[in-house]
């Protein structure tokens, strides 16, 4: 079975390949091609992998190749995470947007949608050419915003696009641990929302709900990060658990002064943390696995460490610094390729799951997979906060969409101002003046 890895010269793709090293069992994926725009970083990944399988039977095996159709044509899955603009993009993404006094994180605010908007235009080529390369092929998106993105594919590709994100995973196994509860197949995580905009309402046990315990303690509450990220107050006031991201939103003017008094963003962070790791990489010598894993710990040690400092969170708890995308990954690529039904929180077409919502929209639900796919299973309607945001940030995706589609300047603009966290329509007219400024891929934008 082949896995092609769109943007396999990126830093995480050994986390995929660790996690495929562990999968033994039959119709296992047995060919990895790694495909980037960059030689050097695909080089540098195939260094990392090739220890990874050294000493494991039957390891499957590494190609490389920056020429997409190659790497798309005949492949079962396709997992694709791309970085338009790089780190280098990120890292303008949150400049321009604090120096106009706005979030610029990359999946969040102003940000995001730029990210959206030089993203989307590449999501759909690789879409196109997927259906066309490789018809029979489940493409498994994890490229930011992913929930956008994965809308704009599956206007292509159906729903063979699934898209996957770790963070409402995390929370889930964060809230089991905390509850002494044990995630097994018959605990279901009642999570709705769009990607990095959802809501933990309920985690059944056999079909009893435990959240209500966890939220009568205060104890509980302050023991795991969201917990200490929101405070305990908050939370039993929303009578849930919001995905991380959340805190952007509920947090925001914290957010945005803790951003803007860092020594330096998260994208700048990582750019240049990065950098080190690949310009150490050229030496024929270095330690490949090691110098990956080393850069790895102190990455994931530093995620969120604005918004933990503004709220007095502390530091991370050491058994979330694992990752875990790359197993959300694997376990959907098993279900759909061996028929192993399981449920999984995934992003797919709502059909009719949300009320509020049109069939068309990609929501962040739990679903039934199998060799069919994802089927989102039925929720309860949100309450109406949480349905006024909803909607307001599906409406912003939607612009972007139509921008990223038509190349209308106004339609941009119009993006910017809609959402939540951008103030003014004059200060969206600057951030669509400062993006274009900074990023040659939006000079589609008329």
Not at 44 to 64: F, I, S
Not at 188 to 199: A, E, K, M, R
Request: glycine content about 10%.
């Amino acid at each position: 079975m082949k896995l092609t890895i769109l943007g396999g010269g990126g830093f995480r793709v050994p986390l995929v390949y660790a996690a495929l090293l562990g999968d033994r069992a039959e119709g296992r994926v047995t060919r990895v091609v790694l495909h980037d725009l960059d030689a050097a970083r695909l080089s540098a990944v195939t260094r990392v992998l090739a220890e990874q399988a050294a000493g494991v039977p039957d390891a499957p095996e590494v190609t490389a190749t920056t020429d997409l159709d190659e790497a798309l044509r005949g492949a079962d899955f396709v997992f694709s995470a791309i970085r338009v603009g790089g780190l280098e993009g990120r890292a303008n993404d949150e400049r321009v947007a604090l120096e106009q006094g706005v979030l610029g994180q990359e999946t969040v605010g102003a940000g995001g949608i730029a990210y959206g908007l030089r993203t989307v235009p590449v999501a759909v080529d690789i879409a196109r050419r997927a259906a066309r390369l490789a018809p029979d092929a489940w493409v498994i998106n994890f490229t930011n915003p992913a929930g956008l993105v994965t809308e704009a594919m599956s206007r292509h590709l159906g729903d063979r696009v699934i898209g996957i994100c770790d963070s409402p995973v995390g929370l889930g196994r964060r809230i089991a641990r905390v509850l002494g509860v044990a995630q097994a197949p018959e605990t279901f995580i009642d999570y709705v929302g769009l990607n990095h905009l959802g809501w933990v309402r309920g985690l059944r046990v056999a079909g009893r709900d435990e959240l209500p315990r966890l939220l009568a303690d205060p104890a509980l509450l302050g023991s795991f990060e969201e917990g200490r990220l929101f405070g305990a107050d908050w939370l039993r006031s929303l009578g849930a658990i919001p995905n991380e991201y959340l805190h952007y939103y509920y947090f925001n003017r914290e957010a945005v002064r803790a951003y803007q008094e860092a020594e330096k963003t998260r994208g700048a962070f990582l750019r240049d943390q990065q950098a080190r790791f690949y310009e150490e990489m050229r030496r024929p010598d270095a330690p490949a696995l090691e110098t990956w894993d080393r850069t790895r710990a102190e990455r994931e040690a530093t995620y969120m460490a604005e918004n933990r400092q503004t709220a007095g969170a502390g530091e991370r708890d050491a058994e979330d610094l694992s990752g875990g995308y790359e197993k959300v990954a694997l376990a959907l690529m098993r279900a759909i390729a061996r028929d192993e039904r399981t449920t999984l929180i995934l992003n797919v077409r709502n059909r009719g799951t949300l009320s509020v919502l049109d069939s068309e929209a990609v929501i962040e639900v739990p679903c039934l997979v199998g060799a069919l796919g994802a089927d989102p299973v039925p929720v309860d309607p949100l309450p109406g906060h949480a349905t006024g945001l909803v909607c307001s940030v599906k409406a912003v995706e939607r612009e972007v969409l139509s921008a990223a589609e038509s190349g209308s300047r106004a339609t941009a603009v119009k993006a910017f101002a809609l959402h939540p966290l951008v103030d003014s329509v004059n200060v969206a007219r600057r951030l669509v003046d400062g993006y274009t400024a900074v990023h040659p891929g939006l000079g589609y934008l008329g």
